[in-house]
Structure formats: C-alpha cells, structure tokens
C-alpha cells in the first residue's frame, strides 16, 4: 500500500472482535487507520447485537460522532447457521437481519458521511454459489450480502465503491493442516484470516479505485475444481 494511504482514515467494522473480522481491524490498525468495532463479545469496543435497529442507528451515531465522518465500511458480523430442519422463522429472520439487513441499514446511516474515495467491504461466503446440507439460514444470508453488494455498488455509484468478499475454509486460530484437509484445496492449505483481510485492505486503497461491484471468491480455489466420483481419487462414501 502507499505509505501513509489510511492514516487518518476510520473504518467501521461489524464482528470485529474476533476471526476475520480481528484480522481485519488489526491489518487497518497497522496501516495508521483508526478502526470502530462492533460486537456482541464484550471487549473495549461498541458492544451490540446488529441484528437490532437501534443498535445500528447508535453504533452509526457513535462513530460519526467520534470521528465526524467514516472511510470505510466492512460489514463481517457472520449469521446463524441453522437448517431446515431445526431453524425456526424467528431464527432464520435473525440471520437475514444481521447478514443482510445490518449491512444494508448501516451503508444507509453512513451514505452521507463517506469521504472521498471511500468503501464498503461486505464479507459473503462460497457459501453464496455451493452448500452443505442443513445451511440455510446462513446461506440465505450469505447470497444475500452478495446480490446487495452490486446492488449498492450501483446505488452509491460515484460516491463509495462496494465490492465483497467470498472466504471458502477459513481457519480462524490459524491452525496448519496436513493431509487430505490441505491436499483437496487447489493450494494445498486452509486459509486463515489474514488471507481476508488483505483483500480486505487492498480493495479500501486506491490501487482497487476501478474496481467496484464485484464478489471476490477466496478459497483456495476449492470452488474451481471439478469432482466427480471415482475419478482423480475422489470418492462419496454415503
């Protein structure tokens, strides 16, 4: 990055207490920015559920008037992951008001106090184009945050650009893995936060200025590879 590029520079982040969202505040922390968090996890940071209306509405009012204006937004607070199974409706309405209501309504709050050549980062999923079984509520979230991404991209075109991100395994204690776990990633590894937050990062700098509206899949290249059954090793034991 340009030395000097974020300093004096404020970005909001959800979920930013802990895994990618840590390693996101930490990289902007590093690079001079001064970072606002919010989180449910107690900690020295707004503390808050941003599933809730008020919540947003007091965690935009506090960082304005704090800092007066905001730079960048990154919406990462991460929904419920329940099935169909077991996922009741006020269940899976939660995940969508914290996966996709909460970043739509806070880009709302913050519409009019972005600065020049601010962004908004929205962390989606692969989740968003392939699934497990039992994963709705937090898939539906996570497609969710992806079509509101261009959506807002045109919306706020000129004024703040909005691209998001698609982590595939993303091991948040930062562990190595050997063996099949690695080998059946394209890279040969799990990724770890700070493989985010990079991208992160770079798409708030100038160097991504011509970038806008798109989804960035970060996954090791695991939705790349085509499997079938029987072929290259691969088999489905049921």
Same mark, same amino acid.
């Given at each position: 990055?340009?030395?000097?590029?974020?300093?004096?520079?404020?970005?909001?982040?959800?979920?930013?207490?802990?895994?990618?969202?840590?390693?996101?505040?930490?990289?902007?922390?590093?690079?001079?920015?001064?970072?606002?968090?919010?989180?449910?996890?107690? +900690?020295?940071?707004?503390?808050?559920?941003?599933?809730?209306?008020?919540?947003?509405?007091?965690?935009?009012?506090?960082?304005?008037? %704090?800092?007066?204006?905001?730079?960048?937004?990154?919406?990462?607070?991460?929904?419920? #992951?329940?099935?169909? @199974?077991?996922?009741?409706?006020? *269940?899976?309405?939660?995940?969508?008001?914290?996966?996709?209501?909460?970043?739509?309504?806070?880009?709302?709050? $913050?519409?009019?106090?972005?600065?020049?050549?601010? @962004?908004?980062?929205?962390?989606?999923?692969? %989740?968003?184009? #392939?699934? *497990?079984?039992?994963?709705?509520?937090?898939?539906?979230?996570?497609?969710?945050?992806?079509?509101?991404?261009? @959506?807002?991209?045109?919306?706020?075109?000129?004024?703040? %650009?909005?691209?998001?991100?698609?982590?595939?395994?993303?091991?948040?204690?930062?562990?190595?893995?050997?063996?099949?776990?690695?080998?059946?990633?394209?890279?040969? %590894?799990?990724?770890?936060?700070?493989?985010?937050?990079?991208?992160?990062?770079?798409?708030?700098? *100038?160097?991504?200025? $011509?970038?806008? +509206?798109?989804?960035?899949?970060?996954?090791?290249?695991?939705?790349?590879?085509?499997?079938?059954?029987?072929? $290259?090793?691969?088999?489905?034991?049921?």
């Amino acid at each position: 990055m340009n030395e000097n590029e974020f300093k004096g520079k404020v970005a909001a982040i959800t979920g930013g207490a802990h895994g990618i969202g840590k390693a996101i505040a930490t990289l902007f922390l590093q690079e001079g920015a001064a970072v606002e968090i919010i989180d449910t996890a107690p +900690g020295a940071h707004f503390t808050g559920d941003v599933g809730n209306q008020a919540t947003l509405e007091a965690f935009a009012a506090y960082v304005l008037g %704090r800092h007066g204006h905001v730079d960048f937004l990154i919406n990462n607070a991460p929904p419920l #992951m329940k099935g169909i @199974a077991s996922c009741t409706y006020e *269940q899976f309405q939660q995940a969508l008001s914290v996966g996709v209501t909460a970043p739509f309504y806070l880009s709302k709050l $913050f519409a009019e106090h972005f600065s020049p050549g601010g @962004a908004i980062v929205n962390i989606s999923s692969s %989740r968003d184009r #392939m699934s *497990q079984p039992q994963t709705e509520s937090y898939t539906a979230a996570k497609g969710g945050i992806s079509a509101l991404t261009h @959506a807002l991209a045109v919306s706020l075109a000129g004024k703040v %650009r909005v691209n998001a991100l698609s982590p595939g395994w993303i091991d948040t204690e930062y562990r190595a893995y050997e063996g099949p776990d690695a080998m059946q990633q394209p890279v040969a %590894r799990v990724g770890n936060p700070m493989d985010i937050a990079q991208m992160a990062l770079f798409l708030c700098s *100038q160097k991504a200025g $011509f970038i806008t +509206g798109e989804n960035i899949c970060i996954d090791g290249g695991m939705t790349r590879q085509m499997i079938y059954h029987g072929e $290259f090793g691969w088999r489905l034991e049921g």
